[in-house]
């Protein structure tokens, strides 16, 4: 990112907004204010009078020095979340769902009690426990299986989670707590690694676990900017693009959080560059224990999603090295200002040998483990919307890769050859 986007509750880019969560017969999650409680519409129609709604108590990434470890959350989310059609994530289910794929997660740890990651949590030290629980709520976006009577689960639910705790049991991060964390995820096997925390200033420790990841073929998702704090109001103005680390180092993958429309709050934080951008207002996720949901916000969250992204191209091209999956990601994104994180287009597209993934005609793991089909079969229209507007499309594919293409050489990234 090069500029500061215009005012206001605006889009990285005049790119076309995220589709709708699906068609008009399905509920539809509308993202929050970060606040004490969302807002979760549940019924058949989000704009109907009698619609129930449930609230979500909000995740968040620190916790005050003498506040109590976060209780679990019995309220379930029952609606389909926006997310989950903007990712296309029930058709990328029938190519891959990361199996075989560890992917770490840097961050407070990831509780062992929580239901649907269990049985694929590898804690490292004291990383299978999450007083804060947003380590838990990051892992259960990567890889949280389908539960009955809920429509939200994770991006790859076959694949297992590496925890590391890299901060107090409050929440509070160190750098070197990070880089340690990193490395301790690679020597256990993760081939993608998920880091939440974005600090401010550069370090030595840093630089040296991203490279010590790097020679290891594993894959750093990091948060391009810090998460919000808790009950943080406005600022006067947008704040002034900076680099965060390790997202800004070269060869991490960093990620910026959008909401359902593709728009950032003119406080957020900017980052100087940010290589996708997903999910990360209004997202729905799981507890550290109890079966109910929680809602978050946050590039962190947005880190998740990719990261987990990343675990299905790897599954799905077991040979691709992890720059390879980096560019792979970037280059089927959705055209904008920052490419915008498409789950099933990373995994449905041919490769550049002229293959596709394992699984992409036959839906191979789709059998394993069903996801919820949340539009009834119905399909999402995303596929209409580009077709329909192709000639728009190419204009902005255009601009997009007159833009992110030399932004990709100068991170390390390079286009795919054709």
Not at 192 to 210: P, Y
Not at 282 to 288: K, M, N, S
Not at 342 to 355: I, K, L, N, P, R
């Amino acid at each position: 990112m090069n500029r500061r986007p215009r005012q206001r509750s605006r889009r990285l880019s005049p790119g076309a907004p995220l589709p709708p969560a699906a068609g008009p017969g399905a509920a539809v999650l509308l993202p929050p204010a970060l606040a004490a409680a969302a807002v979760l519409c549940v019924g058949p129609s989000a704009a109907a009078d009698a619609a129930p709604t449930v609230r979500l108590p909000v995740m968040h990434s620190v916790l005050a020095d003498d506040a109590d470890c976060t209780k679990g959350s019995t309220v379930k989310a029952t609606a389909v979340p926006w997310e989950h059609q903007s990712l296309e994530l029930l058709r990328a289910a029938g190519i891959s769902q990361g199996e075989g794929v560890k992917v770490g997660v840097v961050d407070t740890g990831v509780s062992t009690e929580a239901p649907t990651l269990a049985g694929r949590v590898e804690a490292l030290g004291g990383g299978g426990e999450d007083c804060v629980g947003h380590g838990t709520f990051v892992a259960g976006l990567i890889a949280a299986a389908p539960a009955e009577g809920v429509a939200f689960h994770g991006v790859a639910p076959r694949a297992s989670i590496v925890a590391v705790r890299a901060t107090s049991e409050h929440g509070t991060p160190s750098a070197s707590g990070v880089a340690d964390g990193i490395r301790a995820a690679v020597d256990a096997g993760a081939r993608v690694v998920e880091v939440s925390a974005a600090f401010g200033t550069r370090s030595d420790a840093l630089d040296a676990a991203v490279s010590y990841a790097a020679e290891h073929d594993a894959l750093i998702v990091a948060a391009a900017v810090p998460d919000p704090p808790s009950g943080a109001g406005a600022q006067d103005g947008a704040p002034a693009p900076r680099n965060y680390w390790p997202a800004a180092s070269p060869g991490v993958l960093s990620v910026l959080d959008v909401d359902v429309k593709g728009v950032r709050q003119d406080d957020a934080p900017l980052p100087v560059h940010a290589d996708l951008a997903a999910p990360g207002d209004g997202v729905v996720g799981i507890g550290p224990r109890d079966t109910g949901h929680f809602v978050g916000n946050g590039a962190s969250l947005a880190a998740g999603y990719v990261a987990g992204a990343a675990a299905l191209v790897r599954s799905a091209f077991p040979d691709l090295s992890a720059s390879e999956v980096a560019r792979r990601l970037i280059s089927t994104a959705y055209p904008d200002y920052v490419p915008r994180l498409d789950a099933y287009a990373a995994v449905a597209s041919v490769a550049e040998g002229g293959t596709q993934g394992a699984g992409a005609e036959a839906g191979a793991h789709g059998a394993v483990v069903r996801m919820p089909d949340p539009a009834q079969g119905e399909r999402a229209t995303r596929t209409a919307v580009l077709v329909a507007g192709a000639g728009l499309s190419v204009l902005l594919l255009a601009g997009w890769a007159a833009v992110a293409v030399p932004r990709g050489r100068a991170r390390g990234w390079r286009p795919p050859r054709h």
